[in-house]
């Protein structure tokens, strides 16, 4: 008989977690595992990658509502009679809107909110997994039924005592939780010392087959351009360090290089970004392309890939851009050192734009230490499919 599983996750957009997910669903042996699938957003572009196999569930009833217009949200609530999920989604619009909160306390606020209308899983489960922190992990402590509940977590999580106090009541329900690199361990354990002996680490897994094809479909930069192209990965947020980019960014306009900066992704900061790119006049330079649900053809045609993170639970985008062999410049987040060897796969350096700059300014200048890099990165180990048997392991 066939073990039962779910996988829960806040959406497919294009980023680390996500496509970590979607790799893994692609490697799993459905004559084993029969593996439904559920969201708190639809439609986002990965969702085309989810194998056949998984049965994606249908969008929570309050997930539909809380998606509709106010007017319809409103009509919907005084038609039904349902006005405790009126009420809540209207607590909780007029909450957020106060003042800027961080991620953690956005699922906070939201949960406290929402828990006593959303409704349960009515399934039964061999195993349910929350594949990111916040939602994910809330609902799959409170809402699921099934025998083993397993946490993954792949960010640094640091959290001030309110947040922590909230969340650990949610992680007693879980009998492991995975993090994403050794040094997330470590912040998780430091963070919930009574979780300590449920970590276990399971990296985010790469598909080399998977990505050295989609690297050679489809067309990326459409312009002739004969510069130095920079590529940048991530969400428009406070944890990529956009203002550490901007301002290496400015530094090599000043010098006069011929390049052009590139930037994956969207977020909460686009406004700001766009801003400060008008405010620096680097709209020739720093260009934000929006999200793209096949970015590997713009890293294989990139000079350079940076990273200017200043926290990553792992950097996935960085462990793609050395599968396909790209100079890294990355700033020395936690989890670096987990996938870095520094001037032999790339350059890790300060957390500051100067040194980024810097970082970026050796490879120009350096074209043998560039080629030694490219080397070195062709002679590593693609993929690491090991951490698919780490996975059939911890759900048997």
Known sequence: MKKKLLFVIESLDVAGAEKSLVTLLSLL????????LMLFSHGDPLEEFVPKEVNLLPALEYIKFSNCSFKNSL??????GNFK???SRIKY???IRLKKYSNAEKARIYWKTVSDVIENNTSKYDVAISYSQGVPTFYVAEKVQAKTKIAWVNVSYHLNRKEKEFQEVYYRNYSKVIAVSKSTKEIFAETFPENRNKLEVIYDIN???LIFNMANIGDAYKDDFDGYRILTIGRLAYQKGYDIALDACERLRNQGINFKWYVLGKGPLRKEIEEEIEKRELSDHFILLGVKPNPYPYIKGADFYVQTSKFEGFGLAIAEARMLNVPIVTTR???VYNQMIDNKNGLVVNMDGNSVFNGIIRYIENPLLKDEIINFLKTEKKGNFEEVNKFYKLIK
């Open 207 to 209: 598909h080399p087959d």
């Open 93 to 95: 619009s007029s909450r």
């Open 29 to 36: 042996d459905y004559n084993k595992y029969s593996v439904d």
């Open 85 to 87: 999920m009126l009420t």
């Open 333 to 335: 987040f936690d989890a």
């Open 75 to 80: 009509r919907h609530g005084f038609l039904s």
